[in-house]
């Protein structure tokens, strides 16, 4: 039998978002984002939410590990490597420092260029998130964020702004980072870094949760609208958290849980990709009494507004049961209605690692949509321990990233799944976004930078970097899950 390989144009790369690794939160005119008015905290613990920036708070995105200065030397760090793709996002506060102005700030879509710029001297591909957890925090205040239907025009006045500008330096856009974690509306967190919403007592919050989802799938489709416009060859994807979740048991009850669940988790890229809600959901809206602002115009943009492609992270799978005073709508409350799953370990941060469930995931993807997949985000946060030499033995990353590169590589090659590529999380490390430390690392990339903002920046290539950059060479034919020797110097 012959061995099936990865497509020769198949995009190898990394992730980040810009709130995470570029710093420099006053810099060139930008405003003040929501990650900018969020604490750092500890491993198990939610970041804080404080009005605006309060002095003696230490707030972790404002310096981060300062990408905005040192790009040139992180993205040559990238194409040795051998990125074929990098992804990243557009701090909308850089283009629009309040986000409700009318003309952008050409400081801030300089910047851009320069690394759009640097990218395409190495032959990297941007793949760039238009909305990753950064919304004007003016636009909080003014306007509650997605409770305005106004904002809706804001976001849309920014992505034509960046379509326009880089219509020659990127191809591949996504619309909102994850924008289906905050149907976990009982968690502060999600809706504050999806939707710039912080819910007042005595509010449903799920039924404000629906009304700025419903407002941020209409901006999606708008903004693809505007995108083909622009640039018809532009490529613009949804992009999903994917976690499935597993019944508990095989009772019909658990299953019938789990698939509620499933439904409540993806009726984001439902709407994306198919141009319309799902019937269950319109139903569910009318059973729980919601009466949200839903017009003929927003149903209408919908359907001329479906995504090319869908993008999603993968990091763990979820298993949940039904109760037993369950009511008819099985309704799904992520906050209360998962447990743990005993047949998969966990990280240290209580994330059930289940490799096998990237495989199912995309060909559950594959037979829902039939669209393009791209796995941006899949990777494990650790305490990573720097050596006298400087260097890194991450070898449970290494493991990590084999173990769900092999399941990727068989979906695609015995199952036919259409995978446009794998942008690992994250390409050097990064601030957490849930919890604000530097000491949680995902990258291939050390860099020295403490939880209190101590360190020196400096970079340093991981065992884990040269693993990876093996991998890509041989287009993914050899996943020998070692690291190599090397000599620990300094990036």
């Known amino acids: ?41 500890g491993t ?7 009005a605006g920036v309060q002095p003696n708070e230490f707030y972790p995105n404002h310096e981060a590990v300062d990408f905005y200065h040192q790009y040139p030397a992180d993205v040559k760090l990238f194409a040795e490597m051998g990125f074929k793709c990098f992804r990243t996002s557009i701090a909308w506060s850089r283009i629009f420092p309040q986000g409700d102005e009318v003309e952008p700030n050409e400081a801030g879509l300089a910047f851009y260029d320069r ?35 106004q904002t809706i025009k804001f976001f849309t006045r920014f992505a034509q702004t960046v379509f326009e500008r880089y219509r020659d330096k990127v191809t591949y856009w996504l619309t909102f980072n994850e924008i289906n974690n905050q149907i976990n509306y009982d968690r502060a967190f999600t809706l504050f870094t999806n939707s710039g919403i912080q819910v007042q007592p005595g509010e449903n919050a ?16 708008i903004a693809v609208q ?33 698939q509620r669940a499933m439904q409540a988790r993806f009726w984001y890229s439902d709407v994306q990709v198919e141009g319309q809600y799902p019937t269950w959901l319109t139903n569910y809206f009318e059973t729980k009494g919601f009466d949200l602002d839903i017009t003929a115009a927003d149903l209408a943009n919908l359907r001329q507004g479906t995504v090319d492609y869908l993008g999603f992270s993968y990091y763990m799978s979820f298993a949940t049961a039904a ?3 369950e009511d008819d709508q099985f309704s799904y409350n992520e906050t209360d209605d998962l447990v743990t799953n005993q047949f998969v370990p966990q990280s240290a941060w209580g994330w059930q690692v289940d490799p096998q469930g990237l ?37 449970y ?84 899950p070692t690291g190599g020797e090397h000599d620990g110097s300094k990036a």
Request: glycine residues 8%; contains cysteine; proline residues 4%.
């Open 44 to 50: 198990h613990d939610e970041r804080r939410i404080t």
């Open 115 to 149: 690394l759009f710029d640097e990218c395409h001297k190495y032959h990297i591909e941007p793949v760039v998130t238009l909305s990753h957890f950064e919304m004007p925090y003016h636009l909080v205040t003014k306007y509650g964020g997605f409770r305005s239907r």
């Open 1 to 41: 039998m012959t061995k099936k390989t990865l497509p020769a144009d198949f995009l190898w790369g990394g992730a980040v978002a810009a709130h995470q690794v570029e710093g420099a939160y006053d810099v060139g005119g930008k405003g003040l984002s929501v990650a900018d008015v969020m604490t750092a905290t």
């Open 226 to 258: 505007i995108a083909h416009t622009i640039n018809p060859d532009f490529q613009v994807g949804a992009m999903v958290a994917f976690s499935p979740v597993y019944p508990a048991t095989d009772k019909p009850r658990d299953v019938f849980k789990a």
């Open 323 to 325: 109760t037993d005073d």
């Open 397 to 480: 990353r290494i493991d990590y990233l084999h173990d769900h590169i092999e399941q990727m590589e068989l979906a695609m090659t015995e199952d036919g799944v259409p995978v446009m590529g794998y942008t690992p999380w994250s390409a050097i490390d990064i601030v957490s976004a849930s919890t604000g430390q530097l000491s949680k690392r995902y990258g291939f990339i050390y860099v020295d930078r403490n939880d209190d903002g101590s360190g020196s920046l400096a970079r340093y290539r991981k065992d884990s970097f040269y693993w990876y950059q093996r991998v890509i060479a041989s287009n993914g034919t050899d996943l020998t």
């Open 359 to 395: 495989r199912y995931g995309l060909n559950w993807m594959n037979d829902r949509y039939h669209l393009p997949l791209f796995i941006v985000e899949n990777g494990i946060g650790a305490i990573d321990q720097l050596t006298a030499t400087h260097e890194v033995h991450d070898q």
């Open 206 to 221: 799920e039924a404000v949760m629906y009304q700025a989802s419903h407002y941020e799938v209409v901006a999606s489709a």
